[in-house]
């Protein structure tokens, strides 16, 4: 089980990356949509906060102590930054001491210590200087946050929405943090490396839809979130569902809002009305959809 936290921890692969996803095949829109409705000019407080999947994306298999996490943070009033994290539960922090217990009653692992701060364990792989007498190891620090301790290592900055300069970053994490102190912060930085696209956001009551194009395109893609009850979170992304099997249902879609194929490819155009859009967006299959739950903030 050791090999399954490791990967846990160092191999991020949170579901909500689904906002920045382009490799799928998509639907495109010919302009900004909807047509009709303001620009956004600041950013709601409601969205702040850590949020879970609970439906769609990678669910955790039953039994499953790690789960992924999406938080969303106001930088100011115009910049939302979202930020992925993997964590558990204060309350399996028991379950997770077992893991490792079992792995060492395993041989997996020579010794292990964990808190609330952070879990230590050693391999039977890890180096040993004889001579120093020194072996090596590994240790986790986690971060409080609400009713979750949240793996510190894990944590990746995804997306960065900006009103005021109508561009969206989308973040990659080169490499892990570097072995020298940051001229700011005085510890070890992780290094980046981000993409920009142009952003037009609008917004209207409890809705807010990013539309985002490369600069030198022409067809915009679309992120769409509204805000339910129950501190609950719908986002929607104009990649193609994997139920929607635009294939054999495409003359359904076609009776809303004519679908023109791009190319040889697998990607759609299309220009629909506000009214159009509206139906597009209440399909439960055409577009890649999550539901997110407010574990933690306002």
Not at 63 to 92: M, N, P, Q, Y
Not at 125 to 140: C, M, N, T, V
Not at 222 to 233: C, H, M, S, T
Request: include cysteine; glycine fraction near 6%; charge should be negative.
């Amino acid at each position: 089980m050791i090999g399954n936290f490791k990967y846990w921890i160092y191999g991020m692969s949170l579901a909500v990356v689904v906002m920045a996803s382009s490799a799928c095949s998509s639907i495109f829109f010919e302009s900004p949509v909807p047509q009709k409705v303001e620009k956004l000019e600041v950013f709601p407080d409601h969205l702040s906060g850590m949020y879970e999947i609970i439906e769609g994306g990678d669910q955790p298999e039953p039994g499953s102590v790690f789960r992924d996490l999406l938080v969303l943070e106001l930088s100011g009033d115009k910049r939302l930054v979202a930020t992925g994290v993997k964590g558990f539960l204060r309350r399996d922090l028991t379950k997770l001491a077992a893991i490792l217990a079992a792995d060492k009653t395993h041989g997996k692992i020579l010794d292990y210590f964990i808190t609330e701060s952070g879990a230590y364990y050693t391999l039977l792989e890890d180096a040993y200087d004889a001579d120093e007498q020194k072996r090596g190891g590994h240790y986790i620090s986690f971060e409080p946050a609400g009713d979750y301790l949240l793996l510190s290592p894990s944590r990746e900055m995804l997306i960065s929405f900006d009103l005021s300069a109508g561009k969206e970053l989308l973040f990659e994490k080169r490499r892990n943090a570097s072995g020298y102190d940051d001229a700011y912060f005085k510890v070890s930085a992780d290094s980046l490396q981000y993409s920009v696209q142009e952003l037009v956001a609008k917004s209207h009551k409890e809705e807010i839809w990013f539309s985002v194009k490369n600069n030198d395109e022409s067809k915009w893609s679309l992120v769409y979130l509204k805000r339910l009850p129950n501190d609950e979170l719908l986002v929607k992304h104009s990649v193609i569902g994997e139920n929607a099997n635009l294939y054999e249902n495409l003359h359904r879609y076609n009776a809303i809002t004519p679908f023109t194929r791009i190319g040889e490819g697998r990607d759609y155009l299309i220009n629909p009305t506000d009214e159009q859009l509206k139906k597009l967006l209440a399909d439960p299959d055409l577009f890649t959809a999550l539901k997110l739950k407010k574990v933690s903030g306002k």
